[in-house]
């Protein structure tokens, strides 16, 4: 089945600055690659997604890119914000078909240093 | 607002007792899930179910069981609860379709003791 994962497992970063979290997938079929924002005591919650015959897509201060061939996804947060501080997951799910289900990655708690 | 409610966020059970944790979802969505969140273990599958009735083993599938009578509604079963279920339940829902991201609930703090 599908592996995911994900580093950092924390990450601080100034007010402002920009933050990056990387993860892995390992099965090539793969197509839907979507990341999830945690905020404490709530449920994760879908910021971004991307497809795989897409290399990036973009939302404001968030991007996400994807490299099919190294089989590798980044989250981008630019001018980062004290409330994008929370802990963050990436996923990814395969494409046979009636395989709903996503592989999650061991997320990364985000911390901004105001 | 579309929604995933978990019926109780906090629950403090025994161990062998038997603890039902409750899901319903209001998007006519035909996939539902539970994930159970531990530190440093991510998220983690412990059953599915595509449909009414319909159910399938996630990764951690082992002292739990799963009912979906009607299609808004999954429930996770903890036959005998011990103290290694003592975790963070989250319940999911999505369309069928590859491009479809889950909606989650905003999770059920069970403690074991």
């Known amino acids: 089945g599908e592996n995911v994962e994900q580093h950092p497992s924390t990450l601080s970063v100034q007010e402002g600055d920009s933050a990056v979290i990387k993860c892995t997938y390992s099965d090539s079929a793969s197509n839907y690659f979507p990341w999830y924002k945690q905020e404490l005591g709530k449920g994760p919650q879908l910021i971004i997604d991307?497809?795989?015959?897409?290399g990036e897509k973009k939302d404001q201060r968030i991007a996400v890119t994807l490299n099919k061939t190294a089989k590798h996804f980044s989250l981008h947060i630019t001018e980062t914000q004290p409330e994008d501080s929370a802990v963050y997951f990436c996923?990814?799910?395969?494409?046979?078909?009636?395989?709903?289900?996503?592989?999650f990655g061991t997320g990364t708690r985000l911390t901004i240093i105001p | 607002d579309v929604k995933v409610t978990q019926s109780s966020r906090y629950l403090v059970k025994r161990t062998g007792e038997k603890v039902f944790l409750e899901c319903v979802q209001d998007m006519d969505h035909e996939n539902m899930f539970w994930y159970r969140q531990d530190p440093g273990l991510g998220l983690r599958l412990i059953y599915f179910?595509?449909?009414?009735?319909?159910?399938e083993k996630g990764d951690i599938p082992e002292g739990y069981s799963v009912s979906r009578e009607k299609k808004e509604r999954f429930s996770l079963i903890l036959e005998s609860a011990s103290t290694n279920q003592t975790s963070m339940y989250l319940c999911?829902?999505?369309?069928?379709?590859?491009?479809?991201?889950?909606?989650f609930g905003s999770g059920t703090r069970l403690t074991v003791v």
């Open positions: 991307i497809r795989s015959n897409v």
């Open positions: 999911a829902s999505s369309l069928v379709g590859s491009f479809y991201g889950y909606t």
């Open positions: 996923a990814a799910r395969g494409s046979n078909f009636g395989n709903e289900k996503l592989t």
């Open positions: 179910s595509y449909d009414v009735k319909m159910k």
